[in-house]
């Protein structure tokens, strides 16, 4: 777990980036900027981890010319392999259900690609530019193939979006990739070394797998955001996503607040599954961050190792030069040789062991936090129907005793309210039945797609552990009958 605090840099870029059509013009939907910028906000694009789960972050989009645009070059051994309180209206309860069973029956045929990452401008106004290919046959698009451009900032956006129109009545939301002060601060200071790229790699990464699960939500894959977003030349600014800027400030005081909230509501919970299934969220996220934080450390340790091998085989090439005995010389050198291979190796399967492993139980600890708060928000939904009962039950003693006390002018009044309290009931039990509705459907998919995604990575896992291994067997076979010529 991290924690973060962010600096924001200030910019001056376009509001939009322009689209890459490669089939032909863009048609997707536009719509008017939904915010405000503030220009002198200083502090944007960099944090401090908090933690793994951060629901919303913040960057600014600032109006301005075109700075020039300089590629970056991966690294070379990289494996590549608010929640708001109203929602939407154009959706209902029942048009969601409808999206889900057409869905349903339809077979998935989407590949989105996010790739050629690009710096755009210099110094501390610089940002980082993706593409991002979709390939589809799917009708709800205007074409099969096409690309537009977007920044980090309009990732962050775009889930700040979908979050606030869609956690709070029980859809489970997959988080943004988080922000990181220390990499973004390199990138757009110039530094263009090992380090820099890998991050540069790994968020590329982190934002085509965010993608592939916001699509592969039948709600979320018909949201008018989702499809501007990827079909759409130019979006509205995204804003509010500065931790520092007054929204952030906002977004922290608001959750110190619901954590308060959360100790304070007593739910009697009578649904022996959603019991259940808290216990069961609430375990896998601690397990989860203790496997995630032991990948982590193999990850460095192979790193460590590969630093390791590669002294060791510097060491041995300078000892067999010395060497008079030329048996041993050769035989020296040739450990060398094999040594700077097994270097190579290590650095390959400590970018398996991170893009492979760690990242998907990064990942799913971000994504479990989203499940424990649509769980959260159900809690709030019961907690604001019994507030509700409760204001109707004083108002009807309070109508008795006006009866009582014969005084008729005040009852029509009293009575008013208590019909207005009366249908806010009924709209508070509603809510609450299809919340619990819509969270049972939303756990059931998010555990198949678990499943699915953890065994498809263990297996690709293995598979590169025995290729590691296998290679390895490889190379010491090889120099044995050497070793075994000394004489």
């Known amino acids: 777990m991290y924690v973060s605090v962010c600096v924001r840099v200030l910019q ?21 900027s939904l915010f405000d910028d ?5 502090f944007a694009e960099a944090t401090e981890e908090v933690s793994l789960d951060s629901p919303e972050r913040d960057v600014l989009l600032s109006d301005g010319p075109s700075p020039a645009i300089t590629p970056i070059t991966p690294p070379t051994s990289v494996i590549t392999p608010r929640i708001g309180h109203a929602h939407d209206d154009m959706f209902t ?5 409808e999206i889900e069973e057409e869905e349903g029956g339809d077979s998935f045929d989407m590949r989105i690609s996010v790739s050629d990452p690009e710096k755009v401008g210099d110094g501390m106004n610089a940002y980082m530019a993706y593409k991002v290919t979709t390939k589809t046959s799917m009708a709800m698009f205007q074409r099969d193939e096409f690309a537009v451009k977007r920044r980090f900032s309009d990732f962050l956006g775009l889930h700040s979006k979908l979050a606030s129109k869609y956690l709070h009545i029980g859809y489970i939301v997959p988080p943004a990739p988080e922000k990181s002060i220390v990499g973004m601060t390199k990138v757009k200071v110039g530094k263009e070394d090992q380090s820099s790229n890998e991050f540069v790699e790994k968020r590329r990464s982190a934002l085509e797998r965010y993608l592939m699960r916001t699509v592969k939500h039948p709600v979320l894959l018909k949201d008018p955001d989702v499809l501007q977003f990827l079909e759409s030349s130019e979006l509205p600014r995204a804003v509010s996503t500065q931790a520092l800027s007054s929204a952030g400030l906002l977004r922290m005081v608001n959750k110190a607040a619901d954590a308060v909230n ?16 808290q216990q069961h969220f609430e375990n896998l996220d601690v397990q989860l961050r203790k496997l995630h934080g032991s990948v982590e450390s193999l990850v460095c340790h192979r790193k460590e190792l590969s630093v390791n091998t590669a002294a060791f085989a510097k060491s041995a090439a300078m000892l067999g030069n010395s060497e008079d005995h030329t048996a041993l010389s050769r035989a020296l050198s040739q450990l060398a040789e094999v040594e700077e291979k097994m270097d190579q190796l290590h650095q390959d399967q400590a970018n398996a062991d991170f893009y492979l492993f760690s990242e998907l139980l990064g990942d799913y600890v971000r994504l ?48 008013d309210d208590i019909k207005e309290l009366e249908v806010k009931v009924q709209q508070g039990e509603r809510d609450f039945e299809q919340i619990s509705k819509t969270i049972r459907k939303e756990v059931s998919r998010f555990e198949k797609e678990r499943v699915k995604d953890f065994k498809m990575i263990i297996i690709k896992y293995l598979e590169s552990l025995v290729q590691t291994q296998q290679q390895l067997i490889k190379y010491w076979e090889a120099f044995l009958p050497e070793a075994k010529a000394i004489s």
């Open 38 to 42: 503030d220009p002198e906000d200083l």
């Open 12 to 32: 001056s870029e376009p509001a939009s980036l322009p689209a890459e059509d490669i089939s032909s013009n863009s048609n997707g939907p536009k719509q008017d």
């Open 93 to 97: 309860h029942s048009s969601f259900d």
């Open 368 to 415: 479990i936090t989203a499940v424990k708060g649509v769980f959260d928000h159900r809690m709030k939904t019961w907690q604001k129907w019994q507030d509700s009962q409760m204001l109707l039950q004083k108002k009807r003693e309070a109508e008795a005793k006006l009866q009582f006390n014969n005084k008729p002018d005040k009852l029509q009044q009293a009575k």
């Open 262 to 277: 959360k100790m304070t509501i007593k739910m009697n919970e009578s649904d022996a599954w959603f019991e259940e299934k």
